[in-house]
């Protein structure tokens, strides 16, 4: 490890400065001041070279490894954090979900039933209905039916179509864990730098919510690690398609 850029006698002159006449107990308070400035500084540090190493392709237990801590613990410190009970203004909830990730959680409603919430597993249903999307992709990638998924969760198959309108979504109950989903979908939305919300933020926002049914996808191989690499193959794949085209 090499030496800090900045040495401990630089700092204490440092705070010195900042009060020539000031007494020792002045100096400690600016001592904590400057102190709170190093420890943001650190993370934001630390924070961008852990947005290379994510841009780059490393996974979060890579670059947990790398800084000796479990991948939730880096994921906790580094991923953007939203308010569960608020997540959006209650005019916008939905405007910004791609018209497929709108009919994904119309066909959620729907498997989950007439005035039933809908849960983690009823999302993980409703990405089947939009075969063409990245989720349903990637899904499909690890080796996973459609038949596969209704039968681990239980569920009977949606056969709703058409766009589904945001409106119409606002009426829909989330169970706790619902919204926890949608919390980490928007997560995922934010730590990604996406302007919208699609079906592969839903995916991800379903992998995150710790429960049984992000362990069943882990145990059927779609785990955070696959989904997380395997969505941003395909998010890079339609992005050169667009500029190809």
Request: aromatic letters at 4%.
């Given at each position: 490890?090499?030496?800090?850029?900045?040495?401990?006698?630089?700092?204490?002159?440092?705070?010195?400065?900042?009060?020539?006449?000031?007494?020792?107990?002045?100096?400690?308070?600016?001592?904590?001041?400057?102190?709170?400035?190093l420890d943001?500084?650190?993370?934001?540090?630390?924070?961008?070279?852990?947005?290379?190493?994510?841009?780059?392709g490393?996974?979060?237990?890579?670059?947990?490894?790398?800084?000796?801590?479990s991948?939730?613990?880096?994921?906790?410190?580094?991923?953007?954090?939203?308010?569960?009970?608020?997540?959006?203004?209650?005019?916008?909830?939905?405007?910004?979900?791609t018209?497929?990730?709108?009919?994904?959680?119309?066909?959620?409603?729907?498997?989950?039933?007439?005035?039933?919430?809908?849960?983690?597993?009823?999302?993980?249903?409703?990405?089947?209905?939009?075969?063409?999307?990245?989720?349903?992709?990637?899904?499909?990638?690890?080796?996973?039916?459609?038949?596969?998924?209704?039968?681990?969760?239980?569920?009977?198959?949606?056969?709703?179509?058409?766009?589904?309108?945001?409106?119409?979504?606002?009426?829909?109950?989330?169970?706790?864990?619902?919204?926890?989903?949608?919390?980490?979908t928007?997560?995922?939305?934010?730590?990604?730098?996406?302007?919208?919300v699609?079906t592969?933020?839903?995916?991800?926002?379903?992998?995150?919510?710790?429960?049984?049914?992000?362990?069943?996808?882990?145990?059927?191989?779609?785990?955070?690690?696959?989904?997380?690499?395997?969505?941003?193959?395909?998010?890079?794949?339609?992005?050169?398609q667009?500029?190809?085209?």
């Amino acid at each position: 490890m090499t030496n800090s850029p900045v040495s401990l006698d630089n700092l204490i002159a440092f705070v010195e400065a900042l009060d020539p006449s000031g007494g020792p107990l002045d100096n400690l308070s600016a001592a904590v001041a400057v102190s709170v400035r190093l420890d943001e500084q650190s993370d934001a540090l630390i924070g961008h070279f852990v947005d290379r190493a994510r841009r780059s392709g490393a996974s979060w237990s890579q670059i947990g490894a790398s800084m000796g801590v479990s991948k939730q613990a880096v994921q906790k410190r580094f991923v953007p954090r939203l308010d569960a009970d608020n997540l959006v203004p209650e005019d916008q909830l939905f405007t910004r979900f791609t018209p497929r990730a709108r009919n994904v959680l119309a066909a959620a409603g729907q498997i989950a039933g007439p005035a039933n919430p809908i849960g983690p597993a009823e999302i993980t249903g409703g990405l089947l209905t939009e075969p063409a999307g990245i989720a349903a992709t990637v899904i499909h990638g690890a080796g996973l039916t459609d038949e596969q998924i209704y039968a681990a969760f239980e569920l009977e198959p949606a056969t709703v179509g058409g766009d589904a309108d945001p409106a119409a979504l606002r009426e829909l109950g989330f169970t706790p864990d619902g919204k926890v989903a949608l919390r980490e979908t928007l997560r995922a939305v934010l730590r990604l730098g996406h302007n919208y919300v699609g079906t592969e933020h839903l995916l991800l926002g379903v992998i995150y919510t710790e429960g049984e049914v992000a362990r069943k996808l882990e145990e059927l191989g779609l785990g955070a690690d696959f989904a997380e690499q395997a969505l941003a193959a395909e998010i890079a794949k339609v992005k050169a398609q667009r500029q190809a085209g």
